[in-house]
């Protein structure tokens, strides 16, 4: 009976063997198919495009305002064709797309690798106004933080330094000349603060500031009037006449220099410059906004 049972049982293993053989290949051709079916022929079309055929692609689309599609073909050469003279001129065209469309992050960071990569080429000092760019688009009001501001100046002086015959460095120095401006703001609303608290020594660090690092803005006159005040304040008159003197001799039509001259006229004083004093030294290096 043992043995009856076991040759009973051979037909139904040979019927599932037969079942699993039909439906096995069947599922392996259900899957190859689903498989082909997922392939994204574009993006295999793409892969196989020859690299000046998808940089020009991304210059078309570039002049034609088509930001996104041409950041794509540009970023297409740099991944196919890497360390190709087209994947150089795409790195640094793909950072101009970014910051054509306000992605600041993305175009610093690929001029600045272009820059690690290619220092010495004819688009470096471009790459390094791309950066300079776009920290200048993102200063912030005087009443925020100065980052940017500090950011644009270095970057842009960077360029004027080292690229100083570049076409770039006229509008570098009007961006640094903006940014001073912002910095030298920043610190005149602190310093403001301060004196309005009659924080007086704190006051002075911030218009010192102003009238040593940044003499070239239109914020030196304010500063000089300010430290004409807090120094009076404090009862530091030879300080107080050395900056309205300072004030009168390099803005003698200033609204500014009048206030600071009737000041002083309240305690029976007037402007007179103290030599030694750092102000009368700061004063030789006004330059004016």
């Not at 030879?238 to 200033?254: C, F, K, M, R």
Request: charged content about 25%; proline content about 3%.
């Amino acid at each position: 009976m043992f043995f009856k049972r076991i040759g009973q049982s051979k037909a139904p293993h040979r019927a599932v063997f037969l079942a699993l053989s039909v439906v096995v290949p069947s599922l392996f051709l259900s899957a190859c198919m689903s498989s082909e079916k997922d392939v994204d022929l574009s993006t295999y079309v793409e892969q196989t495009e020859p690299a000046d055929v998808l940089y020009n692609q991304g210059l078309a689309n570039l002049n034609a305002g088509r930001l996104q599609e041409a950041s794509r073909k540009f970023s297409a050469v740099d991944r196919q064709h890497p360390y190709s003279e087209y994947a150089r001129k795409s790195m640094v065209m793909g950072a101009f797309a970014d910051y054509r469309q306000g992605n600041y992050t993305e175009a610093i960071g690929s001029a600045k690798r272009y820059l690690t990569l290619y220092p010495s080429t004819d688009d470096a000092a471009y790459a390094q106004y791309i950066i300079g760019l776009s920290y200048y688009r993102q200063i912030r009001d005087v009443t925020q933080d100065q980052k940017e501001a500090r950011q644009t100046v270095q970057t842009m002086q960077d360029l004027v330094t080292r690229w100083p015959d570049s076409e770039y460095v006229d509008d570098a120095k009007e961006k640094i000349r903006f940014a001073n401006d912002q910095l030298a703001g920043k610190e005149m609303q602190i310093g403001r603060y301060y004196l309005e608290r009659r924080e007086y020594i704190a006051a002075v660090k911030r218009f010192r500031v102003v009238v040593e690092t940044y003499s070239n803005t239109r914020h030196v006159e304010e500063a000089l009037a300010r430290l004409t005040e807090t120094y009076y304040a404090m009862g530091l008159t030879s300080e107080a006449q050395t900056a309205a003197a300072v004030l009168g001799t390099n803005y003698p039509d200033s609204v500014w220099y009048k206030d600071s001259y009737k000041l002083l006229q309240t305690g029976g004083l007037e402007p007179r410059e103290n030599a030694g004093s750092w102000i009368a030294k700061a004063g030789k290096l006004i330059t004016g906004a």
